[in-house]
């Protein structure tokens, strides 16, 4: 089996300058309010007898993509310069590593790091995920704070706490319309009534009680 290696051209300073030229020249014309300008821009077209239909779906296309946003155009442009400062040989036209960078990886200076890291990132995910399914319960977590700190956290927080819940009374007319015959009750109001009543009453016992 035989390995072809090509090599990729890149675009040098003076190409990359007119990319920005374009971006900046988009960013000019761009309605940051309104991300679609293209029907404004096709009606405009609509009347221009000079161009063939391939130029204009070409123009509404490159509008399209440059100045409604619609391809990233700056996210392109960011990545490609990023790229060139940070990993790009300045002196080699192809697509190449710096040398500093060549260096590590032909001699395997960055495995060791890079696999001791990704382990790393692994093992703590999993405890995170641990955490997640099983979760400590409430007791042991107090438990793990006393030991740590010294401090009496089960005798502060396990103490009972006595919850006073004044109800709304159903005579009131508050859950109530009509006149004689007419008149009914309105459960949904009650209840709405009883929810923030119970959820006041906690918030007064220093408890977060939340009804559904």
């Known amino acids: 089996?035989?390995?072809?290696?090509?090599?990729?051209?890149?675009?040098?300073?003076?190409?990359?300058?007119?990319?920005?030229?374009?971006?900046?020249?988009?960013?000019?014309?761009?309605?940051?309010?309104?991300?679609?300008?293209?029907?404004?821009?096709?009606?405009?077209?609509?009347?221009?007898?000079?161009?063939?239909?391939?130029?204009?779906?070409?123009?509404?296309?490159?509008?399209?993509?440059?100045?409604?946003?619609?391809?990233?155009?700056?996210?392109?442009?960011?990545?490609?310069?990023?790229?060139?400062?940070?990993?790009?040989?300045?002196?080699?036209?192809?697509?190449a590593y710096k040398p500093e960078l060549k260096r590590h990886i032909e001699k395997g200076y960055l495995f060791n790091t890079v696999e001791e890291a990704y382990n790393e990132a692994r093992q703590r995910i999993a405890e995170l995920e641990q955490q997640l399914i099983k979760p400590l319960p409430i007791g042991e977590l107090l438990q793990r704070l006393e030991d740590q700190t010294g401090d009496p956290w089960s005798e502060k927080y396990l103490e009972p706490r006595q919850l006073c819940v004044k109800l709304p009374d159903t005579n009131s007319k508050a859950f109530w319309s009509g006149i004689g015959k007419t008149e009914q009750f309105h459960p949904e109001t009650y209840k709405r009534w009883v929810k923030e009543a119970i959820e006041r009453a906690g918030t007064i016992a220093g408890l977060k009680i939340e009804v559904k």
């Open 1 to 95: 089996m035989t390995t072809h290696y090509l090599k990729q051209c890149r675009p040098d300073a003076e190409e990359t300058a007119y990319f920005w030229k374009l971006y900046h020249a988009a960013q000019r014309v761009e309605d940051r309010w309104c991300r679609n300008t293209v029907p404004e821009i096709a009606e405009a077209l609509a009347y221009c007898s000079e161009l063939s239909r391939e130029q204009k779906l070409f123009l509404l296309r490159a509008w399209q993509v440059l100045v409604d946003g619609k391809g990233r155009f700056d996210r392109f442009m960011g990545a490609f310069d990023t790229y060139v400062h940070n990993v790009q040989d300045p002196n080699d036209n192809c697509v």
